[in-house]
Each structure stands twice: as C-alpha cells, then as structure tokens.
C-alpha cells in the first residue's frame, strides 16, 4: 500500500494536458484558459458618471448645503451613450445619466436627490468633493493588464470580463471524454426488472454525474460481467475516450479479474490499494497512455476514490491550475474513533461559526451505506493512528464536487 499523499502525486505525475481549441464565451464555461488573456481596453473605459445627476466643477459649490444652496445654469441633459461636445464653465452644470462619459471641465457629479432643478438651472444642496461619484477610466482594469491567467477556469465573472473586452471567443484546453465501466454479475441497469440477490447499478450514474460536474465528458459505456473477455472487450472500447474509470473487480476476490485483464493487455500500473479508508483497493495506470482507473465498487467508496483522485486528473487533463482549491482546513466540532492503520476519509459538514471553520462528520459511516452522502459538503481527512481525534484538532477536508 502507498499513502494518500503518494497516490494523488502519482497520480497527476501521469496525467497529460489535453489538446487547445477555441470556444465561443457559451462554450468556454467550465474549461480552463489555454493562455494568459490581456486587457485590450481599460475598464471603465473613460471617465463616467457613478450616479444619475448634475456634473459640475466642485470648487462652484464649497458651501453648499440644504440651508445654503448654490444655483447653477443647467446647458445640456447627457444621456448614457452619448458623448457632450461642450465644455463645462464656472457657474455650469451637465444633467447626467448614470454611465454617461464626464463631459470636458467637470470634475464631480452631485446625485440628483441632492439637487432641484428649474427650466434652465438647478439648486445643489450638497459640496462635492472632487472626485465624488465619478468612475474614472482604467481605475478598474488598466490596458494590457492580465485579466484571466493560463489556467484559470471560466467562470461566469470570467465571461463578464471578457464580454466587456469585446472578446467573444477564447482558446481553452478541451474537455477530456471519460469512459465509466462498471463491473459485476450481480448489477442490474436502473429501470430494468432486478433479480434476487442483485443491486442497481448506481456507482455508473454517480460517476457519470461526478465526471459531468467537474467539467469532463461522460460516457457510460454499461456493464462488463465477470469475465475476463467482457472486462477486455469493454476496456477496448474506453480506449477511444481520454481516460478510463472503472467500479469494481479491483480487490483479491476470486472475482477480482480486472487487473489481471489490464495486466494481459499491456497496462503500465503506478499503484493498487492506498492506505485510507474507505478505498483502499484502488489501482490506477495507463494503457495505450490513456490514464485507467480501477475503483472500489462499493458506491461511497467509489465517491471517495473520485473526489481524491479522478477530480485531480480532469483538471490536469483540461489545464486547470485551480484542482487544489478544495482543499482546506477546519477544526473537528467533536472527537472521532481513529483507525490504527489508515487514514480515513469521512463524510462530513463543514459550516463556519464565529468565523470558525467548524466540520462534524456523520456517522455512522460504511462504504455501503448511502445516506451520510445525502447530507455531506465534504470529506474530513482523519489520521491512522490510537484512540480518538479531539475535537479542537485541525484536519485537512476536501470540499466535494457538486456543481450541476
């Protein structure tokens, strides 16, 4: 057995990032920026009002107050949009709209509930200060500047900065296709009539939704029996995707074939069985260069096993600089009963009280059983070792993958 911290490196050591194409804004959502994107203008892009009001010149108005109002002669009304072609005098005032470009000479704008206005003038009932309620060009985003760095994942704020360049498609690393195989005689296919002594196979639609919230392209290419040439024929056929993630058949049970049909087929094998609990029999390689994973079959254990490991593989494959951002600490809200030889990883609640991260895992908690999921944000990193984990005590967690 290897640690976790060994079979994540291994891991993403043998993972390649997946080829550049371009995207419209839509489709670039989700995927990762093949390259550093600059700033063709700045943002805002000139001198604009912040407020609807009057634009003005402040040193007209020192004094100014609702005792003591100052008048001004109003020369235009300037929606947004256009730009004024006057220059503002002492003793003028502009009637501006909210993004309306500053016109030459004023330096302020006084926000119209601050104001009465008359046919040709108005009343200020408030001194600016210079500067005040104007959003000055470049204050934001400066030209050239680097607004979305290689690596970085689209995001709707990433969409706005880059519609508000102009930028209306980007390069980005593509996103990788993921073959899910699952294996087992006593599957049966949800929807179908179910036999005596046999499960729904849920572990293919977890992982096809877990592969879809990360950003991959799930294919669930159904259910290989325990036999080595179903197992082999199924695998031929992942080998037309990027990756290859398989349930089951991974353990020493006399109906554990898959890796030794990976073994007859050439596969280059990096590890198998970690030393955490839950998903200790995990066995992860390559074959023709396509990355494989052998996974428990147990459907938490299988989760687990994704968030760990499959998660981090994605992101590389797609680019993405941002797979360990799951990744925080917290203090344990209680004590929890440790394992003597492995680390384990719990389901678990993360909430902040007090500005304290705080995470409580549920329990009780078996790789069968499905309902602590129901209720889990994420997964409590507890140590191997004696007796019980105080509560108080810092632990690694890793946020789970639940974008939809």
Request: aromatic residues 6%; glycine residues 10%; proline residues 5%.
């Amino acid at each position: 057995m290897i640690s976790l911290d060994e079979a994540i490196k291994l891991v993403t050591e043998n993972v390649r990032t997946l080829q550049t194409v371009r995207a419209n804004l839509d489709d670039a959502l989700g995927c990762a920026s093949a390259n550093d994107i600059r700033a063709q203008y700045p943002n805002p892009r000139f001198d604009n009002s912040q407020m609807d009001g009057y634009a003005v010149i402040a040193g007209d108005l020192a004094g100014a107050s609702r005792a003591n109002p100052a008048t001004l002669e109003v020369i235009e009304d300037l929606p947004a949009g256009k730009i004024s072609q006057k220059k503002l005098g002492g003793g003028q005032a502009i009637r501006i709209m909210t993004g309306a470009p500053l016109p030459h000479g004023a330096d302020s704008v006084v926000a119209v509930e601050d104001t009465e206005r008359a046919s040709n003038s108005v009343k200020i009932f408030h001194a600016p200060s210079k500067g005040e309620f104007v959003r000055f060009g470049g204050e934001d985003i400066k030209i050239s500047e680097t607004i979305i760095g290689k690596g970085k994942m689209i995001a709707p704020p990433e969409i706005l900065a880059l519609a508000s360049q102009g930028i209306d498609e980007i390069d980005v690393v593509r996103r990788p296709k993921i073959a899910v195989i699952a294996t087992g005689d006593e599957l049966t296919t949800p929807g179908q009539q179910i036999k005596e002594g046999c499960i729904y196979n849920g572990s293919s639609s977890l992982l096809v939704a877990l592969v879809k919230s990360a950003g991959g392209v799930a294919f669930d290419l159904g259910i290989a029996r325990d036999d080595s040439k179903a197992i082999a024929e199924k695998l031929c056929e992942g080998l037309g995707f990027d990756m290859i993630v398989m349930t089951g058949g991974v353990s020493a049970g006399d109906y554990d074939l898959n890796r030794g049909v990976l073994e007859k087929m050439g596969w280059k094998e990096s590890f198998w069985r970690v030393a955490i609990r839950p998903g200790k029999p995990l066995a992860f390689g390559t074959l023709e260069g396509k990355p494989v994973f052998g996974m428990p079959g147990n459907p938490i254990s299988t989760m687990t096993a994704f968030e760990l490991f499959v998660y981090p593989a994605i992101k590389k494959m797609m680019g993405s600089l941002e797979a360990d951002s799951r990744r925080l600490c917290a203090k344990l809200a209680g004590d929890v009963e440790r394992d003597k030889e492995r680390e384990q990883l719990l389901l678990a609640d993360l909430k902040f009280e007090n500005g304290a991260a705080l995470v409580t895992a549920h329990g009780p908690q078996s790789s069968a059983h499905l309902k602590p999921a129901l209720s889990a944000n994420c997964l409590a990193r507890i140590p191997s070792g004696d007796g019980r984990q105080p509560a108080g005590s810092s632990v690694e967690i890793w946020s789970l993958t639940k974008n939809y």
